[in-house]
């Protein structure tokens, strides 16, 4: 009877070492191994749209957070000044005009002439021709200049996107190639997750990829569009002799290296609010047996 409790007993006690080692197994392999991770972030590129000329804002035509498309006024500087410059290079140009028909004359009346006229007076009048003629050019030039100004004073979106952080108000004065209005471009949200380097060997581009946004049940499907080919090197910088500056303290406890992994989402749903910025988690859901791919 005690050899029979014995047996019992040292079978439950070895069935939970081996449930208990399969299980530590299991997590050692999904947490070490596995190609997944808490660190990543949706991203988006932020566009500055900056004015091409400089001016007082007459016009704010959107408001903060709301939604355009490329091509979409965003504001407006006065375009008066602009008006009065286009007004005034077109009557430039007029007067080059009709001087460089008068010059063309004048140097045809001169080739009539034949040999009553001077081989200098000839001369002078094709130089004059000549003059005439780069002289129109150059106002004709002017007349585009202040035509584009006058476009340019109406900023448009040069992307598809979301207008955020907005402070821009009408009398507010603007410099030309100084960002104003922040547009965050919506086609270019990602995914961006940070893996190990010991786990990037089951990593490859195109890879099927599950993304969890932390608050939000629903899950998103993606594929992974690239890897990064470097991040920085904490223990190196540049001497001031033009020589490598290596830290001389070394740590024995060597934590992995977090990689960026760019993840390109597909058909996200509609009642889904992607906001740049948000924390995500990342599972690669089907690794691909060809070699990891560095593009």
């Known amino acids: 009877m005690n050899t029979l409790k014995f047996s019992i007993r040292l079978i439950v006690t070895l069935a939970f070492v081996c449930a208990a080692f399969y ?46 498309k490329k091509g979409d006024v965003l504001f407006r500087v006065d375009r008066e000044r602009f008006n009065i410059a286009l007004a005034q290079a077109e009557a430039a140009l007029e007067g080059s005009r009709a001087a460089m028909e008068q010059a063309h004359r004048e140097r045809e009346r001169q080739e009539r002439l034949g040999d009553a006229a001077s081989l200098q007076q000839k001369e002078q009048a094709r130089t004059a021709e000549d003059q005439a003629r780069a002289a129109y050019g150059q106002a004709l030039a002017n007349r585009d200049l202040a035509k584009l100004n006058l476009d340019r004073s109406e900023i448009k979106a040069t992307v598809n996107g979301t207008v955020s952080n907005l402070s821009l108000r009408p009398g507010d004065y603007v410099t030309a190639g100084t960002a104003k209005v922040a547009l965050v471009d919506t086609d270019s949200l990602r995914v961006e997750g940070y893996f190990e380097e010991t786990k990037l060997p089951r990593i490859h581009v195109g890879d099927t990829v599950s993304v969890r946004l932390m608050g939000q049940s629903q899950r998103l499907q993606g594929h992974i ?10 223990e190196r910088t540049a001497g001031t002799g033009l020589l490598a500056n290596i830290n001389p303290t070394f740590s024995w406890v060597r934590l992995a290296q977090r990689v960026p992994v760019r993840i390109n989402l597909d058909n996200v749903p509609g009642n889904v609010h992607l906001i740049a910025g948000l924390t995500a988690t990342v599972e690669v859901r089907e690794p691909s047996s060809k070699p990891t791919s560095i593009d």
Do not use: C, F, K
């Not at 890897?227 to 904490?234: L, M, Q, S, V």
């Open 23 to 68: 299980v530590g197994r299991g997590l050692w392999v999904h947490y070490m191994d596995e190609p997944w991770t808490r660190d990543a972030r949706l991203r988006a590129d932020v566009v500055g749209i900056a004015p091409d000329v400089s001016g007082l804002v007459s016009e704010v035509d959107v408001q903060d957070n709301q939604r355009v």
């Open 225 to 234: 569009d690239s890897i990064a080919t470097g991040i920085e090197d904490r």
